[in-house]
């Protein structure tokens, strides 16, 4: 329990809290276009822990000019804070505050019973935003505590775009130096990654590494009761070592000592709701058949590398391609699109893009082309790709060139990915 005068106090520092953050410099983020501030729906904001979930909706409610109040149940002093108290809390945001009729809950998670308390505000005309980090608020707890009265919003680390926005780089003018400072900012950016505060940290690998454990011990163990925590854990720090990977339970388990490739199954979708990882399905016109052999992803490419005993760093073309899935991952989501790879025995496209049923563009990634015979696989891919979906659109992404090829009747353009990443928004 705690009592309201100690409430007052905790809302009064988190009210200077917010002040203090109308003097800092923040980033545009493209994903502040879906909070809808009309909405009788609460607006939910989840995505992995310190992308900056809680600065996205603080902009979205001050340039909207709301009055609202605000409450962050990650405050270690909320911690004694029952179910029954949280009237109290409305109480408090009211005479902090005054009358507002906005209310931005940040980690309200935290509390047992909090979808009872959010719903009775809904039903009142009170307009809701909520964040929640990582595997303590996720979809399935949406749809069944809220019924259908949410938006959900996904929110990832910085793109590339606003990476260059935040380290001050031009990303629009077209001359020699702002093309090198975007090359640079690029070398940089596929090896520091997108998470926010990583920009203004000296010891990478620290901050990293507690981030992954406290996503695996504080968050994804104790709500999913897992109980061979150390294999649980060794199995999320393989998949992040070796991501792009494709899944494959029998050997997971067999790897690991795992009897059942059940377990092996449920251990990968917590990683997954726990935004650890993201998948990416195989494309194919059968259901039955996108639903095996899922690739997984970093959800960042920070967490390759800036870890104990990890050696993707070392792999350049597999963080390349982890940058265009989680840029794919943005873009699909504001067009109403799909993404999957493909796959046969002798040829492998990274990533195909679907409305409904109709492939509208076919896309590789590799860092070097140089080679011959690196660039005739990558070509083959897309034509095999072209071939299977009658799509038209191919292009071949990789660290620096910029050209076109003419090959069998199709025309495949080979693009710099940063330019890409650019030139696709965000």
């Not at 705690?2 to 493209?30: P, Y």
């Not at 031009?170 to 090359?183: G, L, M, S, V, W």
């Not at 090829?405 to 025309?411: L, Q, Y």
Request: aromatic share 10%; charged share 25%; proline share 2%.
């Amino acid at each position: 329990m705690i009592n309201k005068r100690d409430l007052e106090i905790v809302l009064g520092d988190q009210s200077q809290e917010l002040e203090n953050l109308a003097r800092r410099r923040f980033c545009d983020r493209k994903e502040e276009e879906l909070i809808d501030l009309t909405s009788p729906q609460a607006q939910v904001v989840i995505g992995v822990r310190r992308c900056g979930k809680s600065t996205l909706c603080y902009q979205a409610l001050h340039r909207a000019g709301v009055r609202y109040g605000y409450v962050d149940f990650d405050d270690e002093r909320l911690l004694p804070l029952e179910t029954s108290q949280l009237n109290d809390v409305l109480e408090v945001v009211y005479k902090t505050y005054g009358d507002v009729e906005y209310l931005f809950l940040d980690e309200i998670q935290n509390v047992q019973g909090w979808h009872l308390f959010v719903n009775r505000l809904l039903r009142q005309g009170m307009h809701v935003i909520v964040t929640g980090s990582n595997a303590k608020l996720l979809s399935s707890d949406l749809a069944t505590h809220l019924s259908g009265r949410n938006k959900e919003i996904s929110l990832y680390p910085f793109s590339f775009g606003e990476y260059c926005v935040m380290q001050g780089v031009d990303i629009k003018r077209q001359t020699t130096r702002n093309e090198a400072a975007r090359r640079a900012a690029f070398d940089q950016y596929m090896e520091q990654g997108g998470f926010p505060e990583m920009l203004t940290m000296s010891d990478r690998r620290f901050y990293v590494r507690n981030l992954v454990d406290n996503i695996l011990k504080s968050d994804i163990e104790p709500r999913f009761k897992i109980h061979y925590k150390a294999v649980f854990e060794t199995i999320a720090q393989h998949l992040l070592n070796n991501a792009p990977t494709t899944i494959v339970l029998d050997d997971l388990a067999k790897t690991f000592g795992v009897k059942s490739t059940h377990t092996i199954k449920n251990y990968v979708d917590y990683l997954k709701q726990g935004y650890l990882i993201a998948g990416l399905h195989r494309y194919s016109p059968k259901s039955k058949l996108r639903l095996t052999q899922e690739k997984v992803y970093a959800i960042d490419v920070a967490m390759m590398n800036q870890r104990d005993d990890a050696f993707a760093g070392e792999n350049l073309g597999h963080r390349l391609e982890t940058i265009v899935f989680l840029h794919l991952l943005r873009q699909c989501k504001f067009q109403g699109l799909d993404v999957y790879y493909m796959r046969e025995r002798t040829w492998e496209c990274d990533f195909v893009v679907c409305r409904g049923n109709t492939v509208l563009q076919a896309i590789q990634v590799a860092y070097d082309i140089t080679a011959p015979k690196t660039r005739h696989r990558e070509i083959n891919g897309l034509l095999r790709a072209a071939e299977k979906t009658g799509c038209t659109n191919l292009l071949l992404l990789t660290d620096f060139e910029r050209s076109t090829a003419e090959v069998d009747g199709h025309r495949v353009t080979i693009q710099p990915v940063y330019e890409w990443c650019l030139s696709m928004g965000f």
